[in-house]
């Protein structure tokens, strides 16, 4: 149980172009949904707290017109990134929360995307 | 103000070896959970272990355990006689309970190298 997928694994663009990352609770329905960013040989940043029905909640320092997402399930999140560029060619991880773990803070972790922009 | 720091940055071990991974943390809050998670080259994190704060009961699982002290805020993450597949990246989290929005806060995780 707790299965968590991300579509897709690893896509390239062109620079300019956007991307649409799926991330979907295949067993279970999640409230809320995480997006994190990693660049190599870092740790995860987190970028976004998705909240199903409302808007998401961005870091700071995180552009939300650049990345958009939207949660219109209980068990699918999209991040779209616009008019993407080099420097957002990263691994994008998202993650999931059970409604039934809302105490305990677990997050169940998608696969991960990995972006490259050329 | 939560933190969670990872001083190891890289870790190279040879087989057999036992290694310790460091993590401790801050926090103001008095209930809280710890979480140890493995990124292995493939990207996707696995899940290790949940601690919440007010169980210092050490914990082991097979070849894995783990020594939660509240006194010296550390978690900390031992590996009995290590194998090459245990070769990862290895974050510590913390987050505070309640409230279905709480985030994680990742530690800058640290590169464990088993060598044959």
């Known amino acids: 149980g707790a299965v968590v997928s991300q579509h897709p694994s690893r896509v390239i663009c062109k620079s300019g172009t956007s991307v649409k990352i799926e991330c979907r609770s295949l067993?279970?329905?999640?409230?809320?949904m995480f997006w994190y960013r990693q660049f190599p040989k870092q740790s995860l940043m987190l970028m976004a707290t998705s909240n199903e029905g409302s808007k998401a909640t961005y870091e700071q320092g995180v552009e939300k017109d650049k990345f958009l997402i939207n949660h219109a399930s209980l068990t699918l999140s999209t991040l779209t990134v616009t008019s993407a560029h080099p420097e957002d060619s990263s691994f994008y991880i998202c993650s999931a929360r059970d409604l039934g773990a809302s105490g305990t803070g677990e997050q169940y972790f998608g696969p991960g995307t990995r972006l490259t922009v050329t | 103000a939560q933190k969670v720091t990872q001083a190891q940055t890289e870790i190279s071990v040879v087989e057999k070896e036992d290694v310790t991974l460091d993590c401790v943390y801050e926090?103001?809050?008095?209930?809280?959970?710890l979480f140890w998670y493995k990124q292995p080259p493939s990207g996707e994190l696995v899940f290790l272990i949940r601690r919440n704060s007010f169980d210092e009961q050490n914990e082991i699982s097979g070849r894995y355990s783990w020594n939660f002290q509240k006194s010296t805020s550390s978690f900390n993450f031992t590996i009995t006689a290590s194998q090459v597949v245990d070769s990862a990246v290895y974050f510590c989290a913390l987050t505070f309970y309640g409230g279905a929005t709480n985030k994680l806060i990742f530690g800058t995780g640290t590169l464990l190298a088993v060598q044959p």
């Open positions: 067993d279970f329905q999640a409230t809320t």
């Open positions: 926090t103001r809050d008095t209930t809280y959970y």
